[in-house]
């Protein structure tokens, strides 16, 4: 299993980024996928879930702003975020369960001016 995270950056108050996680070893549309964060001093917090169904959850912070979804022809799920605030910043990690948890290599998402 591996999961490999992109399309970080530094962005403006008010700006977008999509990130993507490309997974391989497994088929992530059989398995809940999720995106964390952690920014610094903090602990990793859960930012949003895709079910096996492809019902989404997401944290109280991000609705309306965020949305996850999965192309499982490219066995790859995204995070769409708009609308993005300096308290946004922190690295983002893709995670799946596969008999345990494992973690992307984590990209690092910047909002500032």
């Known amino acids: 299993v591996q999961l490999v995270e992109s399309g970080g950056g530094l962005v403006q108050p008010g700006g977008s980024l999509r990130l993507s996680c490309a997974a391989s070893g497994f088929t992530l549309s059989s398995y809940a996928m999720s995106w964390y964060r952690q920014a610094p001093g903090k602990q990793r917090e859960l930012v949003a879930v895709i079910l096996w169904s492809g019902g989404t959850n997401y944290a109280d912070s991000v609705k309306g702003r965020f949305t996850m979804s999965r192309d499982n022809a490219k066995n790859t799920v995204y995070l769409q975020m708009n609308s993005l605030r300096p308290d946004d910043t922190a690295v983002y990690y893709c995670?799946?369960?596969?008999?345990?948890?494992?973690w992307g290599q984590g990209t690092q998402v910047t909002v500032s001016s």
């Open positions: 995670n799946a369960f596969v008999r345990r948890d494992y």
